[in-house]
């Protein structure tokens, strides 16, 4: 076929200069020394952004170079009261990823844990206000956590009924529901503002009723005991229990779930129950242990960066703890090195951001692998085209 | 005319993660040559011409074409060197007539290719042109093709029709076909080998890719056989006979027989009447089955992809309940014993009320009314409950787990293997309990005796795991079939129903699930065995079944039948109905 050659006469052929392939069974080392070496390379990235932003200069601030590191050690851990805190959120988001886990397992992508969270929030928050100062606290706490979880549970609820019976896309349904838990808080919030106040100010404070007991000097280690019981629950929940069962078998395939005899429409809804549920003792939390107001803003996003945690932690509520607590870190010490290097808040959320990039990125690297066919690039570039009709030897087959 | 290379591989290497799916493989074509590239499931032989067609890329090696070394990058790339594929699942715009399929993806400096090879002027975008040419096409080769026909009326041999004419429409001079024959009935594999010789006569260079020796020694010049990712080697087709060849692709010697036992069956098991049943357009996908399986006997059921073989399984397991007619299942326990294995206490309680047992020895009724569940349970392990007669249980809009309540024992290995019969990202362990994990009190799963049964089927089966706590995704395809039928098969089931038990499988795992349905048989359960290719249906069964578009063409016994018979009967209606078309 002697037209057919001559098209292609002159043509230079390149071989691609590197290819990815799926990598299997990854040893556990290996996920870890990827993750650690990129957890450091994250923070040393921070450090040298913190260190080109600060308008500081080396005379004022000799140790500019690590001042990053101090600073965020100093924000998190300088002394008990700042540990407790940095705990305290570090908590807050662990149990909000570990609330949305069950959902996420059953491929129901729940983005609402943040209206799930403030509708916690709003149930106890009403109660602080009507209920508390007449009653003895730990009965107000009580009625606190029960307003919250039904509230929270019959927000995450709507969502799973309509997804059970009319197929709804859940992502869009939850995440409306996240807007209007917000509207509802802030309706509720302007026509109960505080006198002199846009907002509803500090319930209680002169009572302190509703308010979570302090021991060890903070207010925050019940709410600290309370969620670590809760995640481990979780976990044993999903791992061991026959709902976790069902919820690892829908996660395979509705259709082999329905085969085996699983009420796919019971299982979607009493998971979200539960989900809502956690989502309210978050809230109850949040209110009584740290906040003790409700805003628009009081849950302050976690909902949203739950989703990531959870994402991160491969849906396993332990592994959760680690990326838990380094959010907590990475987001109070970067704001705190932010003020002291005089540089914008807005830079330190950047770095926050920043760091979980990095770390979402080290994924890629502990599933796939790149290989680099650095020679047979080049040397491909260099080889003249063939002439017409030869045998081209046989060589550079095997590399 | 002269033989001359057209096509040469060089040590071509691809690599998926840890599976080396082709190794060092060296391959060539002349023009005018039929080539079957002969190899079981798994042994790299589409991997190896997809990386002629541009659909992957080689991790190393070399193709020629023409001598003339080239990198192909995508199939588009492939028609630039006159190579097409037609692949096993086709690539066609279902909503699109068979012409705009033909064109689709066509720029104008291809129109002005195509018109230069023919000799013609370029032409652009013109259905009836096109049209013109593919009925040209036809004609040239010998093809039945309306072109004006949508793409989804079409059956699956015009489908494939289309595929290839698409390719010749883009001046294919190296047509690679992907196991054409698996969806064919007999007929239209000869009517296909027709074409093709027409094909080669004109020139042009053909691989075919399969697993059927008898197909490879009737159409092929040559062959070459792919054993785990490699070359085996290659011989002409006269050299060849099917002992050989499967020496070559197994790389060891092997019996290819199946026993057919014949036993005597044990009672009617399962009557299926007037079944019926609605598809989700409304249109009927089954129209009155009725058939009679037996206890020992394996029916088999064959038909044209999509004649409503996975619908009457699951219909049948209780996955469609929008039918009409019945299913009757007769449980063989006439003057036999109660057992815990079918029946909860509960279920033995409404069970006496109704008056269906009496007391071994005796010839009343037995009455359980009064009696403690302790003092049940002691009566049913000395076997004193007996039942009067057998019992008959209508399955009719029952669901699964309904079925399994009322102590039936139906096992069914689904086509869909990890979609329905096993989940995929669960280890070994977790899917032997997928239906069995209510057991037991409690809110916790307990893992003990699934956990002895995977290890016991791990065992038994040979299947090759890293663990019992490897997904079994991750799995070959004939161990994911050895784990799904080896769980169904430990619930001693009496009636046990396959669809396609061994697409996918290597000779040697298929074997062993044909041993392991036989031995079913030998123990009383009652097999329906769907499956697709027609030699082993006839080997392995007692009956087959013929459906056609939904309906039972034909129940015929397999000593006294052969292949043309059953696809004469699979096919007769759709040639009428092609011919009221045409």
Redesign the interface.
Known sequence: ?P???Q??KV?K????LF?I?????VPTWFVFVVKLSFILGALLLCGIISFLVSPITLDEMPEKFISYYIFVVEGTFFNMNTAFSTLWNASLLLIIAAAITPAFKMKFWNIGAEGQVLMGCFGAAIVMKFIAPSIPNFLALILMLVLALIFAAAWAAIPAIFKAFFNTNETLFTLMMNYIAIGLVAAFSLKFKATGSTALGVLNAGTHAGWMPEIFGSSYLIGIFVIINLVVALWFYLK???????I??L???V??A????INVKVVTIRTMILCGAVCGIAGFLLVSGSSHTVSETVVGGRGFTAVMISWLGHFNPLEMVLYSVLNAIITVGSSNAAANLQYSGEVANVLSGLFFLLILTSEFFTNFRI?FNLR?FFKSKNEPP?S?????K?E???? | MEKQQVIELKGITKIFGRIVANHDCNLSLYNGEILSLLGENGSGKTTLMNALAGIYCPDAGDIYVNGEKVRISSPHDAYKYHIGMVHQHFKLVDTFTAVENVVVGLTKKDYEEIAKKDGTKAQGFNLKASANRITEICNKFGFKLNPWQKVNTMSVSEKQTLEIIKALYRGVDILILDEPTAVLTPQEIEKLFDVLRAMKKDGKSIIIITHKLNEVLEISDRVAVLCKGEVAGDILTENATEKILTEMMVGHKVDLNINRMEIPTTGERLIVQDLSLNGRDGRKVLKNINFTVYGSEILGIAGISGSGQKELLETIAGLNRNTQGTIIFHNPKKEQPVTFFHKNIKQIRELAAQGKFHLKGKKEPLSLVGKTNKEITEMVNKEQIIFYEDEIMNLKGKKPIEIRDLGIKLSFVPEDRLGMGLVGSMDLIDNMMLRSFRKGKGGIVHRNKPAALAKELVDELEIKTPSLHTSVKKLSGGNIQKVLVGREISTRPKVLMVAYPVRGLDINSSYMIYNLINKQKEKGSAVIYVGEDLDVILALCDRVLVLRDGEVAGILNCKDTNKNEIGLLMTKKVEERSEENA
Do not use: C, D, I, W
Not at chain 1, 21 to 25: F, H, I, L, Q, V
């Open positions: 076929m037209e057919l050659a098209k292609q043509k052929v390149r071989n691609p290819h392939a799926r990598r299997n069974e061991y229990s026959k709902h976790g069962y069902e690892a078998v996660n395979g395939s259709r082999t329905e085969y085996v005899g290989r047979q063939m017409e009709g030869q045998t081209p046989a550079g087959g095997k590399q």
